[in-house]
């Protein structure tokens, strides 16, 4: 039986619901990656306190977005509330 090395470092990061839905209905208008990371961390689309932490949240929800194919994303654009956080767990996990 092989052992599996349990990792805490999900711990570090946020659940993020708000900062993903935000991304999320950015792709769905058709927003392309680099339209996206410059309107993040130039209009400051968190509210993050410093340029390097916009930076670094954009980095955390763009690789949970980039998961996500066209139907996963029509289906959390038309979802309730529930089912759109189990997808932003689901893409967090995956």
């Known amino acids: 039986m092989v052992e599996e090395t349990y990792s805490a470092g999900l711990i570090s990061q946020s659940f993020w619901f708000v900062e993903m839905k935000k991304v999320i209905k950015l792709i769905d208008?058709?927003?392309?990656e680099e339209e996206i990371k410059k309107m993040c961390i130039d209009e400051n689309l968190f509210g993050a306190a410093k340029e390097?932490?916009?930076k670094r949240i954009y980095g955390y929800i763009?690789?949970?977005a980039k998961r996500?194919?066209?139907t996963l994303?029509?289906?959390f654009c038309t979802s309730d509330l529930a089912t759109q956080k189990v997808i932003n767990l689901i893409a967090s996990i995956a």
């Open 68 to 70: 996500l194919d066209k």
């Open 29 to 32: 208008e058709g927003k392309s």
């Open 62 to 64: 763009w690789n949970r």
């Open 73 to 75: 994303i029509d289906l």
């Open 52 to 54: 390097y932490r916009a």
